[in-house]
């Protein structure tokens, strides 16, 4: 039952969720900061950017898992009894988008995503606040990579329980053009435990043609409608560059 076996899952979608979540950002106008109301009657989320320059985004949630400092454990959203936390609406809990990360343990042997119930390991460090913070950004790269919708939005409700939802959002599809724009930036901000792997994923999850350079894989070429992007890599299997096709 241990967080470790999530790592795998999370890392293999890691430049697909950072490209969602920048988009999701930019939209919202930015990191200037947003507020979020949930409409507890329509499932919904609603974000609301600091400033009058982006409209409000409305976004149906789904709820993935609560991460709870009081017990100290992580309760995936399909076994959530019925009338559980108040913050966290029935019409917020859709068990379809959350049963899909156990059946995939059920088919992959993760005991991690079978078990309804995950106890945090003893390790968490000093700051528990931060320590689930940052699980939660890996649950939720999970469901992605599981589920493929994205973004995803991390909460705080009661007592520090942190809610994690996958959203669906009117931003348009990931492109390969957006990509070689925004993937520069963003690999900074990144450590990718198998680059080759996630821009094989992220070609996987945006629905992109991508093809291996040669035999040994010192390149991938991804391309959809908008364009097409050349990842070279290193000896160790590093990414290097990232070039758009003129």
Same mark, same amino acid.
């Given at each position: 039952m241990s967080f470790s076996a999530l790592a795998p899952l999370a890392d293999r979608a890691a430049l697909f969720v950072a490209l969602r979540q920048d988009a999701f950002l930019t939209a919202l106008g930015g990191n200037a900061g947003h507020e979020w109301h949930a409409d507890m009657a329509a499932g919904t989320i609603t974000f609301t950017a600091s400033h009058e320059a982006a409209e409000p985004m409305v976004a149906r949630a789904h709820l993935i898992a609560t991460l709870a400092p009081g017990p100290r454990s992580l309760l995936w959203a399909w076994a959530h009894p019925q009338g559980g936390n108040a913050s966290v609406s029935t019409a917020l809990r859709d068990y379809s988008v959350s049963t899909a990360l156990r059946d995939y343990g059920t088919e992959h042997d993760v005991t991690a995503l079978m078990q309804p119930e995950l106890p945090f390991p003893n390790d968490t460090g000093d700051d528990l606040d931060a320590w689930v913070s940052q699980t939660a950004v890996a649950v939720a790269g999970t469901a992605i990579e599981i589920t493929g919708r994205a973004p995803y939005f991390s909460a705080p409700i009661e007592g520090g329980t942190r809610a994690v939802f996958l959203l669906d959002t009117p931003l348009p599809p990931l492109t390969v053009e957006d990509a070689g724009r925004a993937l520069p930036r963003l690999l900074s901000e990144l450590s990718l435990s198998d680059a080759r792997t996630s821009v094989w994923d992220l070609a996987r999850l945006a629905s992109w043609n991508l093809q291996w350079r040669d035999d040994n894989f010192s390149g991938a070429?991804?391309?959809?409608?908008?364009?097409?992007?050349? @990842?070279? @890599?290193?000896?160790?299997?590093?990414?290097?560059?990232?070039?758009?096709?003129?």
């Open positions: 070429v991804v391309s959809d409608a908008t364009g097409t992007v050349t @990842f070279d @890599f290193d000896e160790h299997a590093r990414i290097v560059s990232i070039t758009p096709a003129n």
